[in-house]
């Protein structure tokens, strides 16, 4: 089991960058996948950016170029760093890790982006 909990979200203009953390309750090297994902009001949650224990990545087409995933293994933190901030980037933002078939979200936070 893992407990999770996400930080570092606000309010930024469009253009400007935020760096979110996701800090788990236990190590993280062995946990499969951990991810972002984000739930805009009115909207489905979708991916953002996941990355497995392996250390491959993937991401939304919509974020691309503009932001980067990382874990830190030797820690117990997982980390996503947003650069060129879009008003449509605006969501809650939450943290998942994949462990042994079952999954764990964090509360989630919240970024803004103004126009």
């Known amino acids: 089991q893992v407990q999770l909990v996400e930080s570092g979200g606000g309010l930024v203009q469009a253009g400007g960058s935020l760096r979110l953390s996701c800090a788990a309750s236990?190590?993280?090297?062995?946990?499969?996948?951990m991810g972002w994902y984000r739930q805009a009001p009115g909207k489905q949650r979708e991916l953002v950016a996941v990355?497995?224990?392996?250390?491959?990545?993937n991401y939304a087409d919509s974020v691309k170029g503009r932001f980067t995933i990382d874990r830190d293994n030797a820690r117990t933190r997982m980390y996503l760093q947003m650069d060129s901030l879009k008003p449509e980037d605006t969501a809650v933002y939450y943290c998942?890790?994949?462990?042994?078939?079952?999954?764990?979200w964090g509360q989630g936070t919240q970024v803004t982006v103004s126009s």
């Open positions: 998942k890790a994949d462990l042994r078939s079952r999954s764990y």
């Open positions: 236990r190590a993280i090297f062995n946990i499969d996948a």
């Open positions: 990355k497995t224990s392996a250390g491959s990545t």
